[in-house]
């Protein structure tokens, strides 16, 4: 879908008395502070949403204004190569038009609806409105267009036995039922475990009056106070090899992306290279006098030389990342067993401290509830091992699923999880630029990432859309949007509208 703007028309609304706007591929607008340039991109927001161009509430009329003073606007849409003209006024209740016949607000709001999402077309007005919105609607909104890495290729990723524990069961269950079955299992098994214990201590003193000598209680709590120790220590080298495990896959992924914008950069310097350099005009055709010659070739010298420079910065950054990848020292694969065998041994000790005092023999019994215990373990340890494994598979889809978001983006970057106290993940969303939480940026940074987040929304959508950048002049260069941009810049002058057909840079 492609939507540009034709006109605007203002009566009374805010700044202006009476204004109209024809606007062009690129439409700029400057003026002095006040004149009302923000005004033209809230008008465009309240015609069609009655908000400003933030989304929020906006009252239209001046500030000196009588009462009863009706504010006006019009605007003309081209929706998709069909023109639609949308209207609103009002004085002390809104009214709606399209193509200058009246409609209710329900009619009204539903054909807009029909034509584009609100949040999504704010989005792509509004290099900042993306950020205004809560974080969850931020992360729905982008993560819509991203799907989810398949199991398969997250299994893919996981050792030899998480794989065989999940392969298996995720053909009959979703992870989130099997998570949440095993969770279950885990609560009930701990629970019947304790009783089945219970069940063998009472039994074992029954049939043995005396206290069992071979066992001896203090050398097991030193075990068991060792074996928790080592416990701790494998978990907190765990999380240190993991950290290290996804810094050095970011930095991978960084030398390819880097890597494929080299091989395009050389490709943009062969073809400058290539040029042919015309001698003749190319609208009379008459030659150019050596002059203009000269001016042609020093114009291609100096590209040139310009996508060189970019093409050794690149080539800089990535022999750096390989400098720092290569100084690396190789990480372990995080091994699960000796955890699960601590765990095994610190269960078998701590019962059997609790049972020293109590054993007594009753064979035939003892031997049933000692198997069922048994049984109740190993489905503990199972049920365990399977929610471990499952935190490994949401771990790494979500290393995969930060990557395919990543590879979207050239100069920002996305947190989608967090990892908690606990270790358990839970999701988030923040923009960052060169390390700087969006809310951190500079004006002129806010806009670059604003209109790099269009950029991408714009082709995961399929929507083309007019862009209004506001505060102009605190940034030098950009790269345009693929629909129109419209940018106001403060100038000490009066207010001043200018429209630009181009299809070259905007």
């Known amino acids: 879908m492609q939507i540009a703007f034709k006109t605007l028309a203002l009566e009374n609304f805010k700044n202006h008395k009476s204004l109209s706007v024809k606007f062009g591929e690129v439409t ?20 069609l949403f009655g908000t400003d161009i933030s989304g929020s509430k906006l009252d239209p009329r001046p500030i000196d204004s009588e009462e009863g003073t009706e504010s006006k606007v019009e605007l003309l849409v081209c929706i998709s190569g069909k023109d639609v003209l949308f209207g609103r006024t009002q004085k002390k209740t809104a009214k709606y038009f399209l193509n200058e016949v009246p409609k209710k607000a329900t009619e009204f709001n539903e054909y807009l609806e029909s034509q584009f999402d ?13 950020f205004t919105q809560h974080w969850q609607d931020q992360r729905a909104q982008l993560l819509q267009y991203v799907s989810e890495p398949l199991n398969k290729e997250v299994l893919a990723t996981l050792s030899k036995v998480d794989r065989e524990r999940l392969e298996g069961q995720l053909k009959k269950y979703s992870l989130d039922d099997l998570e949440s079955m095993h969770r279950e299992k885990t609560k009930t098994a701990k629970t019947a475990y304790e009783r089945a214990s219970e069940r063998v201590l009472t039994l074992e003193e029954q049939a043995k009056k005396d206290k069992d000598d071979s066992f001896d209680v203090e050398t097991a709590k030193k075990e068991i106070e060792s074996l928790y120790k080592k416990r701790i220590a494998i978990d907190e080298d765990n999380a240190v090899r ?35 350099v ?11 006098d050596e002059e203009s010659i000269l001016k042609v070739k020093e114009n291609r010298q100096s590209r040139f030389n310009k996508e060189v420079q970019k093409g050794k910065e690149l080539v800089q950054k990535v022999n750096e990342l390989k400098k720092t990848l290569s100084e690396m020292p190789e990480v372990k694969e995080i091994n699960r067993d000796e955890l699960l065998e601590i765990e095994d041994k610190l269960m078998e000790l701590q ?35 399977i929610v471990d494994a499952i935190k490994e598979f949401k771990s790494k889809r979500s290393e995969l699923m930060v990557s395919k978001v990543d590879d979207l983006f050239t100069t920002i970057s996305v947190k989608l999880y967090e990892t908690l106290k606990n270790g358990e993940e839970r999701a988030t969303f923040e923009i960052e630029m060169d390390g700087k939480p969006y809310s951190k940026l500079s004006t002129a940074e806010k806009i670059k990432a604003g209109l790099e987040l269009i950029e991408v929304l714009s082709k995961l959508s399929e929507v083309i859309a007019p862009t209004f950048v506001d505060n102009g002049e605190s940034i030098l260069n950009f790269t345009a949007p693929a629909g129109q941009l419209i940018v106001a810049r403060v100038k000490d002058e009066d207010l001043n509208i200018k429209t630009v057909e181009t299809e070259g840079d905007k």
């Open 118 to 130: 609100k949040n999504r077309f704010l989005s792509l007005l509004n290099p900042a409105f993306f």
């Open 28 to 47: 700029n607008i400057q003026g002095r502070n006040g004149a009302g340039k923000s005004s033209i991109g809230d008008a465009i927001s309240w015609v």
């Open 278 to 288: 015309k001698e003749e005009c190319t609208t009379c055709g008459q030659a150019l």
């Open 242 to 276: 993991q950290k290290a495990i996804i810094y050095r896959n970011r930095l991978e992924g960084q030398v390819d992306n880097l890597s494929t914008q080299i091989a395009n950069q050389k490709q943009v310097v062969q073809n400058i290279k290539d040029e042919q």
């Open 351 to 385: 019962m059997a401290v609790k049972a020293s005092e109590q054993f007594k023999n009753l064979d035939a019994d003892r031997n049933v509830a000692v198997e069922k215990k048994e049984s109740i373990r190993k489905e503990l340890v199972t049920s365990k091992a």
